[in-house]
T-cell receptor
């Protein structure tokens, strides 16, 4: 089966500019996640969707980050305006399970590496 | 809230030697525990998971981990390291319906 697709793979922007990342999960996967992975740290959950509804966005900096999942399939994550500390790899993941459970197995995309200058 | 601590940000072993990557968790109730591996420029891939069945969990590529409640540990082992095992390894914990929380990762280097 095709994996989780993400684009762009790399993006360099100046601070205060905006950027958008796109994710296409595995077909049929109900749950979609966006993680932020700062260099030297483990991934941190930004937002979790179940179908097209938000399950958890408690760690999403809502003053600058936004995310949507239209029609319960693709998702976009936007940052506006970007700060230096947003430099990180943004990982998208999906899971097959249609129920929210800590036991869900996540399949990750390769990530989008953002550098903010 | 649950958390994980991975002891050692960098582990180096010789090819053919035992691999031991340490993970300790903090959780008030029996958790779900995972090990994920990340190869360069790739996403994370599940190695194995513990969900309260057998305490010794076998995963892919010859890795296994043992859940020890008394030590709150879930260490990852492999009897004989291979060059292809060089990667970053992440331990992660969750419980109930709560989100997955990752450790900071351990970079494994294999020496020829």
């Amino acid at each position: 089966e095709a994996g989780v697709a993400q684009s762009p793979r790399y993006k360099i922007i100046e601070k205060r500019q905006s950027v958008a990342f796109w994710c296409n999960p595995i077909s049929g996967h109900a749950t979609l996640y966006w993680y932020q992975q700062i260099l030297g740290q483990g991934p941190k959950l930004l937002i979790q969707f179940q179908n097209n509804g938000v399950v958890d966005d408690s760690q999403l900096p809502k003053d600058r980050f936004s995310a949507e999942r239209l029609k319960g399939v693709d998702s976009t994550l936007k940052i506006q305006p970007a700060k230096l500390e947003d430099s990180a790899v943004y990982l998208c993941a999906s899971s097959l399970e249609g129920v929210v459970s800590g036991a869900n197995v996540l399949t990750f995309g390769a990530g989008s590496r953002l550098t903010v200058l | 809230a649950q958390s994980v601590t991975q002891l050692g940000s960098h582990v180096s072993v010789s090819e053919g030697a035992l691999v031991l990557l340490r993970c300790n968790y903090s959780s008030s109730v029996p958790p779900y525990l995972f090990w994920y591996v990340q190869y360069p420029n790739q996403g994370l891939q599940l190695l194995l998971k513990y969900t309260s069945a057998a305490t010794l969990v076998k995963g892919i590529n010859g890795f296994e981990a043992e859940f020890k409640k008394s030590e709150t540990s879930f260490h990852l082992t492999k009897p004989s390291a291979h060059m292809s095992d060089a990667a970053e390894y992440f331990c992660a914990v969750s419980k109930g319906a709560q989100k997955l929380v990752f450790g900071q990762g351990t970079r494994l280097t294999i020496n020829p």
